[in-house]
């Protein structure tokens, strides 16, 4: 298996710029995980999707920010408008029930907003 | 709301010596531990997984071990080497199954 692919894996826009990353889970996998990395902040959970359905996405920072899982092997983390404090590294994870839930992640996409 | 902590945040040791990571959590209501390494500039590679059934599991020269009564859990890494240095993460998924908790990590650095 290709493990989580994400792209692009690096993503450089100017402020007010709509960014659009994007994720495809491990095949079977039924949870998609969507989190930002940040130095100050840590690694912090955006939302997360069970069988293409939002379940939780309390982390979203705010209405710029919108996730979309259209079927179960693609998802998308849209931002409009980007702004610069915005910058971070995204990472999407998968897991399955048959894995035991057990979490894989994707190499991440580093965003840069100026 | 479960709070997932790491001490120490950094740490330096010799190559060779034994050493333990330590993570703490508040909420023991878990479905299952993991605990992952991060390379710098890298993404999360999984290292252990512990269902909350369990108390302990190895792989390697890794033994990872859950107590929930105390909320606590360690990592631990036998005769280590310079390639182990890297950010020590775990996280706790929470009794459904859904979400995981993050701890903010241990950076370890392993002097050849």
């Known amino acids: 298996d290709a493990g989580v692919i994400q792209s692009p894996r690096h993503e450089v826009t100017e402020m007010g710029q709509e960014v659009t990353l994007r994720c495809k889970p491990i095949s079977g996998h039924d949870y998609l995980f969507w989190y930002r990395q940040t130095m100050m902040r840590g690694l912090e959970l955006l939302i997360y999707f069970n069988n293409n359905v939002p379940i939780d996405d309390s982390g979203m920072p705010e209405d710029r920010f919108s996730a979309k899982m259209p079927n179960a092997s693609f998802s998308t983390l849209k931002i409009q408008p980007s702004e610069p404090r915005d910058s971070a590294v995204y990472f999407c994870?998968?897991?399955?029930?048959?894995?035991?839930?057990?979490?894989?992640f994707g190499p991440g996409t580093r965003l840069t907003v100026t | 709301k479960q709070e997932v902590t790491q001490i120490p945040a950094a740490l330096s040791v010799p190559e060779g010596e034994n050493l333990v990571l330590n993570c703490s959590f508040t909420?023991?209501?878990?479905?299952?531990l993991q605990w992952f390494r991060q390379d710098p500039g890298k993404g999360l590679t999984s290292l252990l997984l512990i269902q909350s059934s369990q108390r302990e599991q190895t792989s390697g020269r890794l033994n990872a071990s859950l107590d929930k009564s105390s909320g606590r859990s360690t990592l631990y890494i036998a005769a280590s080497q310079p390639g182990d240095s890297a950010t020590y993460l775990c996280?706790?998924?929470?009794?459904?199954?859904?979400?995981?908790?993050f701890g903010d990590g241990t950076t370890l650095t392993v002097k050849p």
């Open positions: 909420d023991s209501a878990i479905y299952n």
């Open positions: 996280a706790m998924r929470d009794a459904n199954a859904g979400k995981s908790t």
């Open positions: 994870a998968s897991s399955s029930m048959w894995r035991v839930y057990e979490q894989y």
